[in-house]
């Protein structure tokens, strides 16, 4: 079956830094990548729509210059969160979508900034 | 614009017992429309999905679910539930045309089995 990994499962880092959380597809080609981010006992939220070998196309009220989004290539896209602040500690996942139109999703990774 | 409903946030059932998790869609167009699963501190797996073939679909772990269009629903259900059942589900739908394959979360539902 189609596997999508994270790296890394889980961050602590201090205000102020930046983070930097993978996403890779590990036996498929995915063009599009996908990055939620969820809250505690809540859905996941669309943060941004990652395509390879072009820009990132960001939901309304996701800031692009703090999540930056990176498809360098067709199994892996990376997000960057920049100066990280507590209210940005959260889970965030990734999905890759297949030939098939479905997507298949990361463990997610666990960010708190202290 | 496309949405989808889940009633019940928290659904409790028996060991045993009938699961019954339930999802409304409304989309102008024909959807695609998938019933993922969370275990906690997990990413999602796929359990199943419509993509306009038959209106029954099976997925993973006995779950299968039915698309019907007259009542835009597309209930997930399993005969007997187990304990390893229990988990976060979520049922989401996209646009069949749309080129981004962009998914809308349902806000989910919360299955409980008690032994």
């Known amino acids: 079956g189609a596997v999508v990994s994270q790296h890394p499962s889980w961050v602590i880092c201090k205000s102020g830094t930046s983070v930097k959380i993978e996403c890779r597809s590990l036996?498929?080609?995915?063009?599009?990548m996908f990055w939620y981010r969820q809250f505690p006992k809540q859905s996941l939220m669309l943060m941004a729509t990652?395509?390879?070998?072009?820009?990132?196309?960001?939901e309304q009220g996701v800031e692009k210059d703090k999540f930056l989004i990176n498809h360098a290539s067709l199994t892996l896209s990376t997000l960057t969160v920049t100066s990280a602040h507590p209210e940005d500690s959260s889970f965030y996942i990734c999905?890759?979508?297949?030939?098939?139109?479905?997507?298949?999703f990361g463990p997610g990774t666990r960010l708190t900034v202290l | 614009a496309q949405s989808v409903t889940q009633l019940g946030s928290h659904v409790s059932v028996s060991e045993g017992a009938l699961v019954l998790l339930r999802c409304n869609y409304s989309s102008s167009v024909p959807p695609y429309l998938f019933w993922y699963v969370q275990y906690p501190n997990q990413g999602l797996q796929l359990l199943l999905k419509?993509?306009?073939?038959?209106?029954l679909v099976k997925g993973i772990n006995g779950f299968e679910a039915e698309f019907k269009k007259s009542e835009t629903s597309f209930h997930l259900t399993k005969p007997s539930a187990h304990m390893s059942d229990a988990a976060e589900y979520f049922c989401?739908?996209?646009?069949?045309?749309?080129?981004?394959?962009?998914?809308?979360f349902g806000q989910g539902t919360t299955l409980q089995v008690k032994p």
């Open positions: 990652s395509n390879e070998g072009s820009k990132a196309t960001y």
């Open positions: 989401a739908v996209s646009l069949v045309s749309s080129n981004t394959g962009k998914l809308i």
């Open positions: 419509y993509t306009s073939a038959a209106t």
């Open positions: 036996d498929f080609q995915a063009t599009t």
């Open positions: 999905s890759a979508r297949a030939s098939s139109d479905t997507q298949y």
